[in-house]
Structures are given as C-alpha cells and as structure tokens.
C-alpha cells in the first residue's frame, strides 16, 4: 500500500480502535456478560472493519484506477467515484 503519511496514520489509527473494539468483547465474553451487550460489542466491530475496508477499496480505486491527469468529467473517473459511492453504502 502505497498511502502518504497522513493517510497511513489514519489508517492506523483505525486499526488501534478496532484492536480496542475486540478486547472489549474479549472482556465481556470472559465476564459472562449478557448477550446483547455482547453482540452490541461485536456489530461496533463489524462496522468498523468494514469502514477500514471501505477506505482501502476506495483510496485504491483513486490511487490505482484512476488517472490523477484525467479530467474531471473523464467517463473512467466518473465511474470509479460511483463504484466509490456504491462502496461506500455498501460497506458503511
């Protein structure tokens, strides 16, 4: 992946709070917590993954598939931010 700095650290950022996500559900399967609370825990962390995965899809549709020099109505670009769309309601 080829992300500059601030991207790379947004990324990051994203991973650390998941990895937080699922030791609270660690925790609370471990303290035979109620169930809802722990699907609650889990459908945070489901949601979270797949806005991670949004992101990666998206940032390499634009980095990757996209040329930077088209214009802005370039039939390619338009349907690569629509893909982007799609993704993004999908996913999020």
Known sequence: MGHVPP???????????????????????????????????????????NGFIAEVIEDHIRDSMVDPAAAPHDPRRLAAEELVAILHTYLT
């Open 7 to 49: 991207d790379k650290q947004k990324l990051l950022n994203r991973i650390k709070r998941m990895r937080g996500q699922l030791a609270a559900v660690e925790r609370a399967v471990e303290a035979d917590a109620d169930c809802s609370r722990v699907l609650q825990q889990a459908t945070a962390c489901r949601g979270a993954l």
